[in-house]
Each structure stands twice: as structure tokens, then as C-alpha cells.
């Protein structure tokens, strides 16, 4: 039997970027993009948040949750800009992916935390937004090696 230390580590696939937004100021819908430019210092170039948190350069959702969300506050389908992340990851258990760092395109990120939802999603997704995003957020990440992320990268964990 595996250490489940050691289990931390596995994965049976690596991930996909299905969908980038950017978001040149606050309070406005994201730009969808087929790929971005990322900095060490910035973040996103182009994004409201680049050049603050160091924590939070990158927001990720995973595609498996918006179809939850989608159900939760009643609608079919649920448009990614909406929840306010820049990229959309399918095929990870992005939770699992706390502390860990991941390989997007030329890019290397270390997951930092869980991007919780915040007061906007209830005007977003209507009555219940917020409750519908929780422990559907995504999780934040720190740029540890900048370069170019663009929509159909694997989405790789490192070894750590």
C-alpha cells in the first residue's frame, strides 16, 4: 500500500485550459482571449489585478464545477465570465492542487489557496450565487516562471 503522502502526487491525466478572461478594469465583463501573456511581477499582463497580490496573480476554476453552479442557481449552461476567474481548468482536481506547483504552456504557477467566492456572484448568478459558488471557486496562484498561457495547454503537475 502507497503512502498517502506519497498519493498527493498522483494524478491520472494532466489537465486542459479551456477558456482565458482577462479583465482590463474592475466592475467589467472579462475578455475572452485565446491566449495571455504572463509575468513573475505581474501576473496577467493586461488584467486589473496584475502588479498586486503575489498570492493571487492567477485565478483558476475548474470546468467540472460550472455545470454545478450552472444547476444550483438554475440555469442550463453557465458563461465562465460570470464567476470572475481568469482561467478555466478541466480534467484536475484543482483543490487537490494546494501548495503544488502546475506547468501551463511555458508557465509555472504555485497553487496558493482557494479563491472564495465574494459578494459580487449574488448579483452575477442572481439570488443564491454566492451560496452556489461555494467550494466551487476555484483557487489562486502565485506566477513562479512567466511566459505564455494559451487555451488547449496541458495543465501539468509537477513533482514535488
Not at 46 to 69: C, F, K, M
Not at 138 to 155: E, L, Y
Request: aromatic fraction near 4%; charge should be neutral.
Amino acid at each position: 500500500m502507497e503512502n498517502i503522502k506519497d498519493l498527493f502526487n498522483v494524478f491520472p491525466r494532466p489537465g486542459r485550459v479551456e477558456w482565458i478572461g482577462i479583465r482590463a478594469e474592475r466592475r467589467v465583463s472579462p475578455e475572452v482571449v485565446q491566449s495571455v501573456e504572463v509575468s513573475e511581477k505581474k501576473g496577467l499582463i493586461g488584467d486589473h489585478y496584475s502588479g498586486q497580490s503575489g498570492n493571487r496573480h492567477v485565478t483558476l476554476i475548474q470546468a467540472e464545477h460550472l455545470p454545478v453552479v450552472a444547476a444550483l442557481t438554475g440555469r442550463d449552461v453557465l458563461d465562465p465570465s460570470l464567476v470572475r476567474r481568469n482561467i478555466v481548468v478541466s480534467g484536475l482536481n484543482l483543490l487537490a492542487l494546494k501548495d503544488q506547483q502546475i506547468h501551463i504552456g511555458d508557465v509555472v504557477l504555485k497553487i496558493t489557496g482557494q479563491c472564495h467566492p465574494c459578494s459580487k456572484m449574488e448579483t452575477a448568478l442572481g439570488p443564491g450565487g454566492y451560496n452556489a459558488m461555494r467550494g466551487h471557486g476555484g483557487m489562486t496562484a502565485k506566477v513562479v516562471t512567466g511566459g505564455t498561457i494559451s487555451v488547449g495547454d496541458d495543465v501539468v503537475v509537477m513533482a514535488n
